[in-house]
């Protein structure tokens, strides 16, 4: 079964740290490009990061840029988020998503989605 699945959420105070992962079953991650998308309540999902499948290029939203860093770990067949310097606006659900042989990862594309991992930001 092909499957992705987050980890790594929870409560974390502003000015904290989280470090999300991504897991792959059933296929190898590092011929996707992933990306981790977010959506908090009453808003619309958004993108936050992407790695890209070839050569590892980032990308990252201007609202986390410098605060995030995504990352590949092959021998785990893992994406990881670490998120530094939370802030309360950071609080939403988290998605890792990935798409085959990409650069990019347009959120309307991505062949495979997780369930998502809550990510609350508060003091």
């Known amino acids: 079964q092909l499957q992705l699945v987050e980890s790594g959420g929870g409560l974390a105070q502003p000015g904290g740290s989280l470090r999300l992962s991504c897991a792959a079953s059933?296929?190898?991650?590092?011929?996707?490009?992933i990306g981790w998308f977010r959506q908090a309540p009453g808003k619309e999902r958004e993108g936050v990061s992407c790695i890209s499948s070839s050569d590892g290029t980032t990308y990252y939203a201007d609202s986390v840029k410098g605060r995030f860093t995504i990352s590949r770990d092959n021998a785990k067949n893992t994406v990881h988020l670490q998120m530094n310097n939370l802030k309360p606006e950071d609080t939403a659900v988290y998605y890792c998503?990935?798409?085959?042989?990409?650069?990019?990862?347009?959120?309307?594309?991505?062949?495979?989605w997780g369930k998502g991992t809550q990510v609350t930001v508060s003091s």
């Open positions: 998503a990935a798409l085959w042989s990409a650069y990019v990862c347009p959120p309307g594309n991505m062949d495979y």
């Open positions: 059933g296929f190898t991650l590092d011929a996707y490009a």
